[in-house]
């Protein structure tokens, strides 16, 4: 497993203002990419649809005002880039490491979590709280609704 930080890279507000969202694609659509160097000669790449995809997806992000990150599945986290993710703090995120919810791995003495790991806790604990609001909202029906 490699290391990598996480960087978040976002547009300023006159970048977001300037810059255009990708028009949809329709059927047998390609995207390419041209590159113009500083020596003035030009570079074209073609992406093929699931990088297009991707493409469309950062652009569409950016655009809306986020931050974002490309990362990869295997790519490891610390516990306070996985805390920034699961939104909850780094003292959790160490206790679902010691409890066997997070799997990690110690490099030196830092421990580090692969990117997918950390999405499947996320999963886990999105479907876990939708059910306790589910919950919630039907106790209060009850009590409000019904007097109980």
């Known amino acids: ?3 990598h930080d996480v960087r978040f890279a976002g547009l300023s507000t006159l970048d977001r203002q300037t810059v255009s969202p990708l028009p949809k694609r329709g059927e047998g659509d390609r995207v390419e990419l041209h590159v113009r160097r500083r020596s003035g000669r030009s570079e074209t790449l073609a992406l093929p649809a699931a990088a297009a995809d991707a493409v469309e997806t950062l652009i569409d ?3 809306s005002g986020e931050r974002v990150a490309v990362l990869t599945e295997d790519q490891e986290l610390s516990p306070t880039e996985a805390s920034a993710i699961l939104g909850i703090s780094r003292p959790l995120v160490v206790l679902r490491m010691d409890r066997g919810d997070l799997p990690f791995r110690y490099v ?3 421990r ?3 990117l997918k790991d950390v999405l499947a806790l996320k999963t886990q ?3 876990r709280q939708k059910a306790m609001d589910a919950l ?3 106790t209060e029906d009850l009590t409000v609704n019904h007097g109980l």
Request: proline residues 0%; positive net charge; without cysteine.
């Open 1 to 3: 497993m490699t290391r």
């Open 61 to 63: 992000r950016l655009l």
């Open 108 to 110: 030196g003495k830092h």
């Open 112 to 114: 580090r979590a692969r």
């Open 125 to 127: 604990l999105d479907t």
């Open 136 to 138: 919630a909202e039907d």
